[in-house]
C-alpha cells in the first residue's frame, strides 16, 4: 500500500508539472502585456521596460521557464506582479479557505440529499416517489449554478430577507454566520451534483439488488433494512464513488463562477482578475493548487475504493 | 404428515405482453430427511416453484395464483413477510445455482455464515464464529479460521459452495432447497458437492429438495423424484422406479439424452427433437405433445391425467400404454 500511494504520488507530481508547464506557455501566448497596460497613463515605456526587468520577464521565454520551475520546486510561488507585490502564496492562503469551505458544504450538502434520495428512489421503483425524485434531480440538473445562485439571493436575500446576499464570514466567526454566508453558493453549485449523485446511487442500487447474493441474503431470513444497508448499499456505492470524486473536483470549478456572483474573494475571483489582469504568478500559482486538489481527490477516491471493496489491492 | 406439501401451486408473471403462467399447479410432498429430486430444463418452472416456497418470487412482476404450500402444517402462502423471516435460514434454507455470485463480494466469509444464526440463534459473535469454524470444517474446508477472515473472490467454486451449504445448515434447518447446486461447477467437483449434500442431510436429518436438469443426479442422490415440463409435473415416483420404468415420454426422452457408461459405446445419445413451449403460448393438450414421437390426436386437444402405476409412481399420459417399457431401457 505504502508502495503504491508513492508511486501514484509520483505520478501526480508529473501531472503537476504538466499542468504547470502548460499554463505557463499558454499565459505567454496570450496577448497582452500587463506592464504597457499599468503604465498606460503615463505612456513611458521605459517604466515597463524597468518592471519587466524587475520580475525577470525580459528573460527569453525558456529561461524564465527554468527560474520558474527552479522556484516552484522551493515552493515560491513568487509576487503578484500588481500594487504592493503580496507574495501569491499568501494570496492564495487568504482565499483559499473560502474556497475549500465552499466546495466541502456543497459537496456535503450534495451527498447528504443525493444518497438518501437515491436509496428511496430505487427502493420504491416506479413510484411516485421515485418519479417525484427523478422530476427536482432533472429539474436541479438542467439549472445553470449562476442562474440558481441568482434565483436564491432573490428568494432568501432580497425577498425574505433571511440570508445575507453576498459576502464571506470565516469559521473564526461563529457557525451560524459562516453558514449563513456559504450556504446559499453551496446550495447553487451543489444542486446538480446532488442531481447526478442521486441518480447514480438509484441505478447503482437497483443493479445491486438483481443479484444471486440480495436474493441469498433475503433467504437468510434477514431483514429488509439490514440486506439493503449492510448487503446491498457497499456494493451499490463503489460505482457512486467514482462519480462522487469526480464532483468534488467539478464542484471546485462551479465554485469558482459563483463566488462571483456572491462576491466572495476565493480562488475563483482571484483566478479571473489574475487573468484579466496578466498576473501571471497569481494564475499560475492558483492553477497549480486548483491542480493539486483535483490530483489529491482522485488519489483519495482510490484509496476508498480499496478500503469498500476487498476485491481492490494495491500492492 | 408430509414436512412440505406443495399442492395445485398457480404461478405467472406480469410481463408487457400479458399474464405468462410459469407454474401450473403442480402437487408434491417432501417428507422428513428424504431428498426429493424436481428435474426439468431450463424454464420448465422449476426454480420459481421452489422460491416460490420461500416466498422469494418478486410479487409483481410475480403472481401467485392458486395452489397452497404446507409446510409442519401451516400454510406458507397465507405467512407475511414478518412470518416468512423466521421460516427463511431457519427452518427451511437455500442453496442457489451460482456459487460465484451468491456470495456478497465485500463482506468476509465470516460474517456471511454467523448474520444468520447471530440473528435467528441468538448466539453472540464468538459463538457464532465458533460455530462457523465447525461448520467449515463440517464442509471439508480446511483452514477454517482463516477462510473466516477471508473474502469471497479468494475462494474456489466449489469452496465456495461448501460455505453456502454450511450457511445452510448453519441454523439446523429441517428442509433445504438446493436449486441446481453443482450446475456451475466442474464435473469433478459436481459429484463431490453433491455427496456431501447427501451425506450431511443423512447425518443431520435434514430433507432436500434437489433441483436439476441431470437425471444421473437423480439417479444417485435421489429418494424421489417429480418430472417438470413447462410448468406441470408429468411424471412423479419412487427414483429407481421412475428410472428403471419411466411412464412419461419426456422422461424416457431425458434418460435416453443423457450418456450412460452401461451401454455401448456406439448407442448413439438420442436428443428430444424440437424445443420446450413458449410458456405465453402453451399448446391445449399436453404440453410434451408437439415434441411427442407417440403422440395421438387426444393428446393434441386434452390434457392428460395422472395414471397410477405400482408404488405411489404416476405420470400424465394419455398413451403409458404404449410408451413404457416392461424394463429397463
Known amino acids: ?315 | 404428515m408430509s414436512l412440505l406439501s406443495v399442492h395445485d401451486l398457480e404461478l405467472g408473471f406480469e410481463t408487457p405482453a400479458g399474464h405468462v403462467s410459469a407454474v401450473n399447479g403442480i402437487s408434491y410432498t417432501v417428507e422428513p430427511g428424504e431428498i426429493v429430486a424436481i428435474v426439468g430444463e431450463s424454464g420448465s418452472g422449476k426454480t420459481v416453484a421452489a422460491q416460490a416456497v420461500l416466498g422469494l418470487i418478486p410479487q409483481p412482476p410475480g403472481e401467485i395464483t392458486g395452489g397452497r404450500v404446507e409446510f409442519d402444517g401451516e400454510d406458507l402462502l397465507g405467512f407475511s413477510e414478518q412470518q416468512m423471516r423466521t421460516i427463511r435460514g431457519r427452518r427451511i434454507s437455500m442453496v442457489f445455482q451460482e456459487p460465484m455470485t451468491s456470495l456478497n463480494p465485500v463482506l468476509s466469509i465470516g460474517r456471511q455464515m454467523t448474520e444468520a444464526m447471530r440473528l435467528h440463534l441468538g448466539l453472540t459473535r464468538e459463538a457464532a464464529e465458533q460455530r462457523a469454524v465447525e461448520l467449515l470444517g463440517l464442509v471439508g474446508i480446511a483452514d477454517p479460521g482463516r477462510r473466516l477472515r477471508q473474502y469471497p473472490h479468494h475462494l474456489s467454486g466449489g469452496m465456495r459452495q461448501r460455505v453456502m451449504i454450511a450457511i445452510a445448515i448453519a441454523c439446523e434447518p429441517v428442509l433445504i432447497i438446493a436449486d441446481e447446486p453443482t450446475t456451475a461447477l466442474d464435473v469433478t467437483i459436481q459429484a463431490q458437492i453433491l455427496a456431501l449434500m447427501q451425506d450431511l442431510t443423512r447425518r443431520l436429518g435434514v430433507a432436500l429438495v434437489i433441483i436439476t436438469h441431470n437425471l444421473g443426479v437423480v439417479a444417485r442422490y435421489a429418494d424421489r423424484v417429480n418430472v417438470m415440463y413447462a410448468g406441470r409435473i408429468v411424471e412423479q415416483g419412487r427414483a429407481d422406479s421412475v428410472y428403471r420404468r419411466p411412464g412419461h415420454p419426456y422422461t424416457i426422452g431425458l434418460l435416453n439424452s443423457v450418456p450412460r457408461l452401461d451401454r455401448p459405446r456406439d448407442v448413439p445419445i438420442e436428443p428430444i427433437p424440437g424445443s420446450p413451449p413458449d410458456p405465453a403460448r402453451l399448446p391445449p393438450g399436453c404440453a410434451f405433445a408437439p415434441r411427442c414421437l407417440h403422440a395421438v390426436e387426444r393428446c393434441r386437444s386434452e390434457v392428460p391425467p395422472s395414471i397410477s402405476f405400482e408404488g405411489g409412481h404416476t405420470a400424465r399420459c394419455w398413451q403409458t400404454a404404449v410408451t413404457r417399457p416392461e424394463t429397463a431401457p
Open chain 1, 1 to 315: 500500500m505504502s508502495k503504491y500511494l508513492l508511486r501514484r504520488l509520483l505520478g501526480a507530481t508529473v501531472v503537476m508539472w504538466a499542468v504547470a508547464t502548460l499554463v505557463f506557455f499558454m499565459l505567454r501566448a496570450v496577448p497582452g502585456d500587463p506592464f504597457l497596460a499599468m503604465v498606460f497613463d503615463t505612456g513611458d515605456p521605459a517604466a515597463a521596460d524597468e518592471m519587466r526587468r524587475a520580475f525577470g520577464l525580459d528573460d527569453p521565454v525558456y529561461v524564465q521557464y527554468f527560474k520558474y520551475l527552479l522556484q516552484v520546486i522551493q515552493g515560491n510561488l513568487g509576487t503578484s506582479i500588481y500594487g504592493s507585490r503580496v507574495p501569491v502564496s499568501t494570496i492564495i492562503a487568504e482565499s483559499f479557505p473560502r474556497t475549500i469551505s465552499l466546495t466541502v458544504l456543497a459537496f456535503t450538502i450534495a451527498v447528504t440529499i443525493a444518497i438518501p434520495a437515491g436509496l428511496i428512489s430505487a427502493l420504491y421503483k416506479y413510484s411516485a416517489l421515485d418519479h417525484g425524485v427523478t422530476f427536482v434531480a432533472f429539474l436541479g440538473l438542467s439549472m445553470p449554478d449562476f442562474w440558481l445562485a441568482i434565483l436564491l439571493i432573490i428568494t432568501f436575500a432580497a425577498g425574505l430577507g433571511w440570508l445575507p446576499a453576498i459576502g464571506y464570514a470565516p469559521l473564526s466567526s461563529g457557525f451560524g454566520t459562516w453558514l449563513s454566508h456559504l450556504i446559499m453558493p453551496a446550495i447553487a453549485i451543489g444542486t446538480p451534483f446532488a442531481a447526478i449523485i442521486a441518480r447514480m446511487v438509484r441505478s447503482s442500487m437497483l443493479e445491486v439488488l438483481k443479484t444471486e447474493y440480495i436474493q441469498v441474503a433475503r433467504s437468510k431470513g434477514l431483514m429488509r433494512w439490514y440486506i439493503l444497508l449492510q448487503h446491498a448499499f457497499p456494493n451499490a456505492l463503489i460505482p457512486v464513488i467514482t462519480v462522487m470524486g469526480i464532483a468534488l473536483a467539478l464542484l471546485m470549478a462551479g465554485a469558482v463562477v459563483v463566488e462571483n456572483v456572491f462576491a466572495i474573494k476565493g480562488l475563483g475571483r482571484v483566478l479571473i482578475q489574475g487573468i484579466l489582469n496578466r498576473d501571471y504568478p497569481v494564475v499560475q500559482g492558483a492553477i497549480l493548487v486548483v491542480s493539486g486538489i483535483f490530483v489529491l481527490s482522485n488519489l483519495v477516491v482510490d484509496v476508498l475504493y480499496a478500503a469498500i471493496d476487498p476485491r481492490i489491492r494495491y500492492e
